[in-house]
């Protein structure tokens, strides 16, 4: 999928005398690096609305990309998906939610839990 990609553009007062140039990108081959271990989810929830991911947004999810402390990522916990910000302490997992309205997951003794993949992208889709 191609698309004509501006240098730049302002979010402000147009200026009549800007030059446009644009040239065709593939937003797939801009944003995957590892394309036979990404795959597209779609968020349902606002538990991760501070870190700029909402409710309905497209989320790109990279499993080759290695999890690290602060990384947004996709786990599995007890059998569902959840997306989180993985903290790691001293060999101990949390996942952190972005929205203080939402509780942290702390896995208790026993629970399982997987780090599935690294969310790489986050896609917005405006009303056209």
């Not at 730049?8 to 990108?25: L, M, Y």
């Not at 989320?59 to 402390?69: E, N, Y």
């Not at 903290?87 to 929205?99: C, E, S, T, V, Y």
């Amino acid at each position: 999928m191609a698309f004509s990609l501006a240098t730049s553009v302002h979010a402000g007062f147009p200026s009549p005398a800007a030059d446009f140039s644009a040239k065709r990108i593939d937003i797939m081959d801009r944003l995957v690096v590892h394309p036979q271990a990404t795959y597209a989810m779609r968020v349902s929830g606002e538990s991760m609305r501070e870190q700029g991911i909402f409710d309905a947004d497209v989320l790109l999810v990279d499993k080759a990309v290695k999890p690290r402390h602060g990384m947004v990522v996709i786990a599995i916990v007890d059998g569902e998906f959840t997306c989180k910000q993985l903290h790691l302490r001293n060999g101990r997992i949390k996942l952190k939610a972005a929205n203080p309205t939402y509780p942290d997951i702390n896995p208790k003794e026993g629970q399982e839990i997987e780090i599935w993949g690294v969310v790489i992208a986050s896609i917005k889709q405006f009303q056209v």
